[in-house]
């Protein structure tokens, strides 16, 4: 078995390489490819924490995938100076069911999320899109200003976050690394007013911008909000906005980005324009004019997670990279 750690799975999944694995990954999945059960969700009262059981299968040209992640959700981490995701990719042998690696999750994770987004941008955002606002200064932040950056020729972002020191910081580690100019934010109106993407990556339960501060012809990746009680995007954005999916049974059942709305009666779950893949495949239309807003909401399935580790296990193993043990 091969073993990559955080540092591992940092070097042999490039950003440039997770995006084009998405969509692989999302098209796998609406053409039925790929068979992607709904996330166990099993909650730890004592920790008031969430592990997700995620497996997967995907049939694709580039060989078939068999994975499954446990990831952790532990609120009270932080405190004790541990990552408040933690996780684990298993891989297995799609022909004998042997596990043939083991890969440290929460990288990978952020990676692939970020990509998720990445690849909605490059299918979506307008092609001169230069400025980009990110919501939430965490990781997962992180990796969607590396996403937008790969798919745009980024100069401006901005990133905002609650805890103004942690947005302070994301600013001056990623100065220089992608976009021109990283700037703080004071409010959401600033970050967004002038922005051609943002980027939601937070676990808000109440809108993190107001929509009357929204130009016209933006593209919102959201990725946060995955649970029915989160919110991240106004619901009048979502009523005058053309919506992408990864998977509508998952965001259906988990976004409360959708779900409140629906509830609410604003609009039903046809409002709903297509799967991600569905555009990949070419079989829906996607950004019709310059002016059209877009928004592409992932909850996280288990099929991109299948799909990384297929790219980050085929690169290790060409740059020698990770640890093998018996097992």
């Known amino acids: 078995m091969l073993i990559l750690t955080a540092a591992n799975v940092r070097k042999v999944l490039p950003m440039s390489e997770a995006i084009e694995a998405m ?12 068979v992607v059960p709904l996330r166990t969700r099993l909650p730890i009262p004592n920790s008031e924490a969430l592990s997700l059981f995620m497996p997967a299968f995907v049939n694709s040209q580039d060989g078939n995938a068999l994975a499954i992640k446990v990831v952790s959700l532990f609120p009270n981490n932080p405190a004790r100076g541990l990552a408040y995701i933690q996780a684990a990719v298993l891989v297995f042998d799609p022909e004998t069911g042997q596990a043939i690696a083991l ?7 952020a990676i692939r999320t970020g990509a998720a987004g990445g690849a909605a941008i490059d299918l979506l955002a307008r092609k001169n899109s230069k400025v980009v606002a990110v919501f939430g200064a965490g990781a997962q932040g992180r990796t969607q200003l590396e996403a937008a950056c790969s798919a745009r020729k980024i100069e401006t972002a901005y990133v905002y976050d609650a805890n103004g020191e942690k947005a302070q910081t994301f600013a001056k580690d990623m100065q220089g690394k992608l976009a021109k100019d990283i700037r ?4 959401a109106k600033e970050a967004i007013q002038n922005a051609d993407i943002i980027c939601t990556a937070t676990t808000s339960r109440t809108p993190v911008f107001n929509d009357q501060d929204l130009k016209a012809g933006t593209h919102i990746s959201a990725v946060g909000s995955y649970t029915p009680e989160m919110q ?3 619901a009048e954005t979502l009523q005058r906005a053309k919506i992408f999916v990864d998977s ?3 965001s259906l059942e988990e976004a409360g980005d959708l779900i409140q709305p629906i509830r609410a009666g604003l609009f039903d779950e046809s409002y709903v324009h297509a799967e991600l893949g569905e555009l990949v495949l070419g079989k829906v239309s996607g950004r019709e004019s310059q002016e059209e807003i877009t928004y592409f909401k992932s909850v996280g399935i288990a099929v991109q997670d299948a799909m990384a580790a297929q790219v980050a296990l085929n690169n290790a193993h060409k740059m020698n990279i990770g640890t ?3 097992f």
Do not use: C
């Open 184 to 187: 703080v934010a004071a409010n």
């Open 103 to 109: 890969l440290e999750g929460s990288s990978l994770t």
């Open 248 to 250: 509508r049974f998952a």
């Open 23 to 34: 969509k692989k990954a999302y098209a796998s999945l609406s053409s039925g490819t790929a």
């Open 324 to 326: 093998e043990v018996n």
């Open 232 to 234: 991240e995007v106004p």
